[in-house]
């Protein structure tokens, strides 16, 4: 089965530092990879997306992600966190026409 | 912001009523799709459709109901409200021109039944 693992379910990081936001999927065949943030109220915004090719992925807001095969991982990083990067992140991927989502992760980021 | 709306964003109800709670995109994608979240928690997928006159259940057992009439209109209707109802409901489409292109979501709606 299909399966998208968010090891952690809250991350504290100081503004200024790099924030990673951990993702683990199991999938058969190739992986579609994708995060999402999501803010207060609000719906979840698209951030970036692995198909294929350059395994670190450059998406919105200065927020990147790397591919990694071997370990099954997608990571969503960030060299420098803002207050304004605290929310809710999901990571998700394609089974079939639909989307399997990770349970998502708080990102709190202190001032 | 995507093309994608939801009314209405907040809608407290008593147990028992009948409510339906609209999302329309403008993005003419045939595929849409109806989730479940409580606040800050998981997505649970309730409903999908993959284009006009097709609707399929999700993951998630759910009371309530969907259809597909035009392809940019996807309402779920709920025949009578209960307190366990009460939760974000979200809405969100795709196009499948390409197998990963990705989901725009609505703004949710947050339903709580009394």
């Known amino acids: 089965a299909q399966s998208v693992a968010q090891p952690e379910d809250q991350v504290n990081v100081a503004e200024g530092n790099p924030l990673t936001v951990k993702c683990t999927y199991s999938v058969s065949g190739n992986p579609y990879l994708f995060w999402y943030v999501q803010y207060p109220n609000r719906g979840l915004q698209f951030l970036l997306k692995?198909?294929?090719?350059?395994?670190l992925v450059k998406g919105s807001y200065g927020f990147e992600a790397e591919f990694n095969k071997s370990q099954t991982s997608f990571h969503l990083k960030k060299p420098s966190a803002l207050v304004s990067d605290s929310a809710l992140y999901f990571c998700a991927v394609i089974y079939g026409q639909n989307f399997v989502f990770g349970p998502g992760t708080r990102l709190s980021v202190l001032p | 912001e995507a093309d994608i709306y939801q009314t209405p964003r907040y809608l407290v109800i008593g147990t028992g009523k009948k409510i339906t709670l609209e999302c329309s995109q403008t993005?003419?994608?045939?595929?849409m799709y109806w989730y479940q979240q409580d606040p800050g928690m998981e997505l649970h997928l309730i409903h999908y459709?993959?284009?006009?006159?097709?609707?399929e259940k999700g993951d998630l057992s759910s009371e309530s109901t969907v259809s597909r009439i035009r392809t940019e209109h996807f309402p779920l209707t709920l025949e009578s409200a209960r307190p366990s109802h009460t939760s974000q409901y979200l809405c969100a489409s795709r196009t499948t021109v390409s197998s990963y292109n990705e989901q725009f979501f609505g703004p949710g709606t947050r339903l709580t039944v009394l």
């Open positions: 692995y198909i294929t090719g350059d395994n």
């Open positions: 993005m003419g994608h045939d595929k």
């Open positions: 459709s993959y284009g006009v006159n097709s609707t």
